[in-house]
Structure formats: C-alpha cells, structure tokens
C-alpha cells in the first residue's frame, strides 16, 4: 500500500516537471518517465495487460512523435 | 537451484542498487553513463536470470528478457553519450583524458598535411 | 524466505528512487534522460522480481514490452540532440 503511494508522488512530481521545463525535450522525457511510473503503477494493481498498452504507447510511440514535432518547430518555449 | 537463483538476484539486486547510486553521485554526464549502464546492464541480466533459475519453466522468457536487456542497452547510452558530446556537454574539471577531441585533432592535422 | 525477497524488491525500489532524484535535479537535459533510462532498467528487473513474487507467469510479458520497445525513446531524443542542436 505504502509503495503505491510513493509511486503516486514520484509520478505527480515528474507530472510537475512535465508543466515546468522550458526545454521541451525535457518535459518529453518528463512525460516519459510519467508513463512508466503509471505503467509500474498498472503492474502493482494487478493490471498486466493495460501495463503492457501503456509500456508500448507510452515508452516508444508518444515519445517518439513528441520529437518529431519538436524538430518541426522548436526546441525552447518561449 | 532455488539456492543458485537467489544468489543470483541477491547479486543482481546490489548491482542495481550501486548504479542507481552512481546515477545519483556522479560529477558528470559521462561519469554517470557509464556507471549506470553497466551497472545497471549486469544487474538486470543476473536478476533475470536468477528469477529463470527460482522457477525453471520460465526459462525461455527470461533468457529472451535478458538478451534484449543486454542488446539495447549499451546502443542506448552509446547514442546517448555521442549526442550529448556532439551537443557540447563539457568534461568534468577533474577528467583527465578526452579521446574524441584528440581524434578531432589528428584528423585536421592529417588533412591539412594532404592539401 | 518472504524476508529476503522484500530485501531484494527495497534494493531495487531504492535504485529507482536515487535515479527519480537525478532524473528531477539534474543540471543539464542529457542527466535527465541517463535517469529516467536507469529508471527504466532497474523497472523491467523489478518488474521481473515482481512477477516471481506474485507468482504469475503472464506478468512477464510487460518486462518484456518494455525491454523491446524502451529504448526507442531514448534513441529518438539522442538522435534528435546530435542533429538539430
């Protein structure tokens, strides 16, 4: 119980760090480390099979096309 | 074997812990690449294979688990390291050698000998 | 026996945390990303202790998924930082 709340904080501080960053490719990997809190967070409750959509679409795929976007524009919020 | 397999992930486990601990302590990008990926790298594959050993019928699985551990994780950190020296992350102060700038230099030395 | 299987699941929790901890201070963005691909390592091993805890053979397969499909996000941001910087 104690370890899914420590998942639960660990998960809003990258959250946190997602909105904050003003270099975008670190609010990508921000977001990236989000997913895989929640994707830890699926397994412990007992939930294998949406860990594994969300290990897959979060892990590869968002932060793949999050990159690609960014090279269209721009690394720097402004 | 369930003796084996625990003293496999017993181990393991440590390695984990001591990169994680590298990750955290380290001055520098570079310092913390490698103590993380190899660390971290030996760690997982001893973990996997313990947990392989611990019940026998999962074998197979966790010999492929840890064979792709063992694949993608050094392409990672090589990718990784080359983009952030490419990027103009610096060296410690304390860091003694510097082989790509070294090569850089040969190699500007070697053309301006040809032309 | 349970003992020392929660002994092995805190070393691992605890090298998750100390890569969280530099994931979230680092200076520069290449020690964020060499945390958070810590983070994912040491969380496919977890993973993997977890499933051995649990006793469940199907859990194995989320390791799995992320042990192919982790690094792709790591390669991509790499190659994006030697291009386009």
């Known amino acids: 119980m104690i370890y899914i709340a420590i998942l639960t904080v660990a998960m809003l501080i990258a959250g946190v760090g997602a ?34 959509a969300e290990a897959a679409i979060g892990a590869g795929l968002t932060t793949a096309i999050f990159v690609i976007a960014i090279r269209k524009t721009g690394r720097y919020e402004k | 074997m369930r003796i084996f397999g625990e003293i496999l992930i017993g181990i393991g486990t440590a390695f984990l812990f001591l990169g994680g601990l590298g990750i955290f302590r380290l001055p520098d990008v570079y310092n913390r690449l490698q103590a993380g990926t190899k660390c971290t790298t030996l760690g997982a594959f001893s973990t996997i294979l313990g947990v392989g050993f611990v019940h026998p019928n999962w074998m197979l699985k966790a010999i492929v688990i840890a064979v792709f551990i063992l694949l993608t994780n050094p392409i990672s950190a090589h990718a990784l390291a080359r983009a952030s020296y490419k990027s103009g992350v610096k060296l410690w ?23 | 026996m349970t003992a020392l299987w929660l002994l092995f699941l805190s070393f691992s929790a605890a090298g998750i945390a ?7 201070a680092g200076p520069t963005t290449p020690d964020r990303v060499v945390g958070v691909d810590g983070m994912a390592t040491i969380s496919i091993a977890l993973m993997v202790l977890l499933a051995s805890f649990f006793d469940r053979q199907v859990y194995l397969d989320v390791a799995l998924v992320y042990a192919v499909l982790g690094f792709i996000g790591v390669l991509a941001v790499a190659r994006y930082m030697e291009r386009g910087v």
Do not use: H, N, T
Not at chain 1, 23 to 48: G, K, M, R, T, W
Not at chain 2, 104 to 114: D, L, N
């Open chain 3, 18 to 24: 100390l890569c969280l901890v530099r994931a979230a």
């Open chain 1, 19 to 52: 909105y904050f960053f003003r270099d975008l490719i670190a609010a990508v990997v921000a977001c990236a480390a989000v997913s895989l809190i929640a994707s830890v967070l699926f397994y412990l409750l007992q939930a294998p099979d949406v860990a594994m």
């Open chain 2, 93 to 115: 102060d304390k860091s003694v050698v510097d082989r790509c700038k070294e090569f850089e230099e040969c190699q500007e030395i070697g053309k301006e000998e040809e032309g």
